[in-house]
C-alpha cells in the first residue's frame, strides 16, 4: 500500500477533508488493475503525460499521484496540475504536495517525502512527478483544449436543491462561518440528482482530454445514477469506453461510491455527450 500524504498542516473549516471518497479514488489509482492500465497507457517512450485533478480540495489526491508517479504511471516526468474555485483550497493542496514530493511534514517522519528516498550519500532515487501548480479555475478553462492525459474528478455529488454560486471576490482578512460554509458547500453540493457540476465536465470532456490517450477518473454516488451515465458514453460508439473500476460504500444506500474510467479508444469522436 502506498503512503497517503499527510495533512496535518491545514485546517479544514473552509477546505473539503480527505473523506471516503478521496480513499477510493487513491486505492483505485495505485490498483493492480489501473497500474497496469496506465502503465501501457502511456509508455516510457511517448510524450511526457498531463495529469489534471479538477477540485483539488485539501491536495490529497494530487499529491498521491505527483509523488508516486513512477508506481502509478511508470514514469516519473509526469506533469501534474490542479483547478479549484476555493482560494484556501489552491494554497492548501500547494503546500500538500510540496511536502509530499519534498519531503517536510511527511506522516511517520523523515525518509525526505513520499516522492523518493535519500541513500547514505544524500543522493534521491527519485521517483515523483513534476509538480507545476493549483490554479483558481472552474474546471479545465485555463488550460489548452484537448491538452490533458489523465484527468481526476471528484466532484460535488450530493443532491441539493440548488448550486452554490461560485466566489466573485477575494475572501476577507477575518474569514467569517457563513463565509466558510459556502466554501465548503462548494465541494459537496451538485445540485439536483448532484450532477449539475458532473454533467457540465462531462460535455465538456472531449475538448478536455488529448485525442488519442485521453483518460479519465470520475467518482460518482448511487443517486447520481452511474449506470446511465455509463450508457450515454456507451451509446456514442467508436471513439469512447467507460466502466467501473472502484466501489465503496454501503451496500444500501445513495452513498454508495463508484469510480468510472472513462477513456478513449482512439477512434472518430461522434459528437457531445
Not at 503525460?49 to 511508470?74: D, K, N
Not at 454533467?199 to 445514477?225: F, H, K, M, T
Request: glycine letters at 10%; proline letters at 9%.
Amino acid at each position: 500500500m502506498l503512503p497517503t500524504p499527510s495533512t496535518t498542516h491545514l485546517t479544514f473549516s473552509n477546505i473539503y477533508p480527505p473523506s471516503e471518497d478521496t480513499f477510493l479514488l487513491l486505492d483505485t489509482l495505485s490498483s493492480p488493475a489501473e497500474t497496469s492500465f496506465l502503465h501501457a497507457r502511456y509508455p516510457t517512450a511517448t510524450v511526457t503525460p498531463l495529469a489534471l485533478e479538477i477540485g483539488t480540495g485539501s491536495g490529497v489526491i494530487l499529491a498521491f499521484l505527483t509523488a508516486h508517479a513512477h508506481t502509478i504511471l511508470g514514469r516519473a516526468d509526469l506533469l501534474t496540475i490542479g483547478t479549484d474555485l476555493n482560494r484556501f483550497a489552491c494554497l492548501g493542496a500547494r503546500d500538500t504536495v510540496e511536502r509530499a514530493v519534498g519531503g517536510v511534514g511527511k506522516e511517520g517522519g523523515g525518509d525526505g517525502g513520499l516522492g523518493g528516498k535519500a541513500d547514505g550519500q544524500g543522493k534521491r532515487d527519485w521517483v515523483s512527478g513534476i509538480f507545476l501548480d493549483p490554479l483558481l479555475a472552474d474546471l479545465s478553462t485555463p488550460l489548452k483544449s484537448q491538452t490533458v492525459d489523465l484527468l481526476i474528478f471528484n466532484p460535488p455529488y450530493v443532491p441539493t436543491p440548488t448550486l452554490p454560486s461560485p466566489p466573485t471576490e477575494a475572501p476577507p482578512a477575518i474569514p467569517s462561518f457563513e463565509q466558510d460554509s459556502h466554501l465548503l458547500s462548494l465541494s459537496y453540493a451538485g445540485g439536483p440528482n448532484g450532477m449539475a457540476t458532473t454533467d457540465r465536465l462531462l460535455q465538456q470532456l472531449p475538448d478536455i482530454l488529448s485525442p488519442e490517450r485521453g483518460v479519465a477518473y470520475i467518482l460518482l454516488c448511487e443517486q447520481n445514477r452511474p449506470e446511465e451515465v455509463k450508457k450515454r458514453f456507451k451509446a456514442r460508439g467508436e471513439g469512447w469506453d467507460v466502466e467501473t473500476v472502484g466501489r465503496s460504500g454501503r451496500a444500501a444506500g445513495w452513498e454508495k461510491l463508484q469510480v468510472l474510467r472513462i477513456w478513449r479508444t482512439g477512434a472518430v469522436d461522434t459528437g457531445p455527450v
